[in-house]
Structure formats: structure tokens, C-alpha cells
């Protein structure tokens, strides 16, 4: 029996070093995979701020665009009422002119 004992010993003491190994290879691993995890997390975390910032930026830049384009069309609208105002003062003032040459050849 003592042949046996022997080998079968250091095969066990082996194999118990070899899990031992394997447990603390394998914890230095996830303490790597938290680290990268962790690292991913930020990153994604900034990312999403500057998404965010962006967006807001751009809701922004949407509602002033908005604001723009309401004070344009007043103001296309006031332009071309002034133009008529403009177009009937040149009428009268031609009706008033041939009125006055008419009084004028009389």
C-alpha cells in the first residue's frame, strides 16, 4: 500500500497547488474584467452626458430656427403691406399729377 500512498499523496498535493493556481489566476482575472467594466461604465457615462449636452444644443438651435422663421414671415407679411401702402401712394400721387396738369391746360 505504501506504493500507492505515495504517488497518490503528491498527485493530491499537486492537484490542490494547481486549484489554488487556477483560483488565484482566476481572481486576477475578474479583477481585471471589473477594472475594464469599470473603465467601460465611465466612458459610457461620458458619452451620454455629451449626448445629452448636444441634444439640448440642438433643441436649442431647433427653437431659435422656429423663432427665425415666425419673425421672418411677420416681417414679409409687414413688407408687403407696406408695399401696397407704397403702390396706392404712387397712384394717388399720379392721379393728383395728371389732375393738376388737366387744370393746368384749362
Known amino acids: 500500500m505504501e506504493g500507492?500512498?505515495?504517488?497518490?499523496?503528491?498527485?493530491?498535493?499537486?492537484?490542490?497547488?494547481?486549484?489554488?493556481?487556477?483560483?488565484?489566476g482566476t481572481a486576477q482575472l475578474i479583477g481585471?474584467?471589473?477594472?475594464?467594466?469599470s473603465h467601460v461604465s465611465s466612458l459610457k457615462q461620458e458619452a451620454?452626458?455629451?449626448l445629452k449636452i448636444v441634444q439640448s444644443q440642438?433643441?436649442?438651435a431647433v427653437q431659435n430656427k422656429g423663432l427665425?422663421?415666425?419673425?421672418k414671415i411677420k416681417l414679409e407679411k409687414r413688407f408687403n403691406r407696406i408695399k401696397i401702402d407704397m403702390n396706392d401712394?404712387?397712384?394717388d400721387e399720379d392721379a393728383r399729377k395728371q389732375r393738376s396738369e388737366i387744370r393746368k391746360i384749362e
Not at 500507492?4 to 483560483?23: N, R
Not at 481585471?32 to 467594466?37: A, E, L, P, S, V
Not at 427665425?68 to 419673425?71: A, G, Q, S
Open 4 to 24: 500507492i500512498e505515495v504517488p497518490a499523496m503528491i498527485t493530491a498535493l499537486f492537484l490542490m497547488f494547481a486549484s489554488v493556481g487556477a483560483k488565484v
Open 32 to 37: 481585471r474584467m471589473k477594472h475594464q467594466i
Open 48 to 50: 451620454l452626458s455629451r
Open 58 to 60: 440642438k433643441n436649442v
Open 68 to 71: 427665425l422663421t415666425t419673425k
Open 89 to 91: 401712394i404712387k397712384e
